[in-house]
């Protein structure tokens, strides 16, 4: 089955105290992303990467950081978690192949940070 | 700048209503329009796309959406609404030659049995 998948689902943390969020996609996709969602806010790209090795800022990267050493994974880091930083995660992956595909979601990692 | 708009917060309707979630985008070019669906705790839902051609399109679970370009709108539309309907749909708008998505704030859509 064509699917990401993120863990964990639910985080509850400190502030400070660093974290991964993984995300992992088995459609050989070249394009993934890291979206927040917010009330109010929809969803705000954090950082996307076009193929491996190749990642980009995009609307609010301030806090996070991210890799992409393989094509399936592209794990969310926030070594210096904040308050601000509670939000919805959502990773997502497209073939680059064309730009009118959609994108495929993963189910979500709700983060607190206390 | 680039900008979706779901002016609506909460659409509220009866089951077997048709139902309508609009969606407003101001993007130059022709961009292409998505609707994504997300239910509760689970991640967003491909409805449907528009990316050229006619202005109206159907998409999964008998949703359509039209789209008008004097307008820049790209409303969605269903004949007869369902309790399972209810979720948060969200309107989406990816300018061409590119990837990057932008997403509206999302309208919750509460259907009443």
């Known amino acids: 089955e064509a699917q990401v998948t993120q863990n964990p689902r639910y985080l509850i943390t400190v502030t400070g105290k660093k974290l991964t969020v993984t995300c992992s996609q088995n459609m050989n996709h070249e394009y993934m992303s890291w979206y927040r969602q917010d009330p109010g806010l929809g969803l705000r790209q954090i950082y996307y990467?076009?193929?491996?090795?190749?990642?980009d800022k995009g609307d609010v990267p301030e806090g996070y950081k991210v890799s992409r050493k393989e094509k399936r994974n592209f794990p969310l880091i926030l070594e210096s978690p904040s308050p601000n930083q509670t939000s919805l995660y959502f990773c997502?992956?497209?073939?680059?192949?064309?730009?009118?595909?959609?994108?495929?979601f993963g189910p979500g990692t709700r983060l607190t940070v206390l | 700048a680039q900008s979706v708009a779901q002016p609506e917060d909460q659409v509220n309707v009866a089951e077997g209503n048709p139902l309508t979630v609009k969606c407003t985008y101001s993007?130059?070019?022709?961009?292409?329009l998505f609707w994504y669906v997300q239910y509760p705790n689970r991640g967003l839902q491909f409805l449907l796309k528009y990316i050229t051609g006619d202005n109206l399109v159907k998409g999964s679970y008998g949703f359509e959406a039209e789209f008008n370009k004097s307008q820049t709108s790209f409303h969605l539309k269903k004949p007869s609404a369902l309790v399972s309907d209810s979720a948060l749909y969200f309107c989406a708008v990816r300018p061409t030659g590119g990837f990057k998505t932008i997403f509206g704030a999302g309208t919750r859509l509460f259907v009443k049995a």
């Open positions: 993007v130059s070019g022709n961009p292409y």
């Open positions: 990467s076009m193929n491996v090795e190749v990642t």
């Open positions: 997502a992956s497209q073939r680059t192949g064309g730009d009118t595909d959609t994108q495929y």
